[in-house]
């Protein structure tokens, strides 16, 4: 008599569960914002994406991504902020590397000014693989996802004066399934995907 009203509450139980995940993973759709936390000096210059997702400007003068004098990454979180120094270390590298990577890759311009990059990682979004786990099991799809914001200049080497501008956010999707069962795996893509956008802006002249 007692395992019916125990099968019962573990149904109950799951049900419930399923239901919080489900309304969890829908509330976290929305896309992420960019950031403004004032580093980006020409912020009312630059364009919003429609999304708020992005935001950038780019001035008409050239410049020869084979001339980065220097890059820069700071960490522009709260000190309360749960990512431990280690990491806060790696995801700092991570996008000064992929900046870098993308830069390099970008065809030389003779007639292009040299540049300083500065770059600030304003916020991260880590995953819980346990979580996403048992959501993978009740729904078949891993709801908590992650990703990162990042606020970028690009500045004439000499002048100093902002020749590319980007506030970037990104949520990773769906279709980075592994990366949902390791806490930061999604925001080291997400800095991945900022430096992609960078590059694009600096590819055109306007």
């Known amino acids: 008599m007692k395992l019916v009203p125990n099968s019962m509450s573990l149904i109950a139980v799951a049900l419930r569960l399923s239901y919080l995940v489900t309304v969890t993973g829908l509330a976290a ?23 708020g997702s992005t935001a950038y400007y780019r001035s008409p003068t050239p410049v020869d991504p084979h001339q980065v004098r220097s890059i820069s990454v700071k ?39 040299p540049v300083v ?37 690009v500045l004439d080497a000499e002048t100093l004066q902002p020749l590319a501008s980007m506030a970037h956010a990104y949520f990773v999707p769906i279709t980075e399934f592994k990366a949902r069962f390791s806490a930061l795996a999604p925001a080291e893509l997400a800095l991945n995907a900022a430096a992609v956008e960078l590059s694009k802006l600096l590819r055109n002249k306007s």
Do not use: Y
Not at 36 to 49: K, Y
Not at 76 to 95: C, G, H, K, S
Not at 123 to 152: C, H, K, M, W
């Open 117 to 153: 990059i500065r770059a600030v990682i304003t916020r991260v979004e880590s995953v819980n693989p346990a979580l996403n786990v048992l959501t993978s099991v009740f729904l078949t799809v891993p709801l908590d996802r992650g990703g990162a914001a990042v606020e970028i200049q």
């Open 29 to 51: 759709c929305s896309t992420m914002q960019a950031t403004d936390t004032g580093f980006l000096e020409n912020r009312s210059a630059m364009t919003t994406s429609k999304d």
């Open 75 to 113: 960490w522009a979180m709260p000190v309360d902020a749960m990512v431990p120094e280690t990491e806060r270390a790696r995801l700092i590298t991570a996008l000064k590397d992929a900046i870098f990577r993308e830069a390099e890759a970008l065809p030389q311009s003779v007639d292009g000014r």
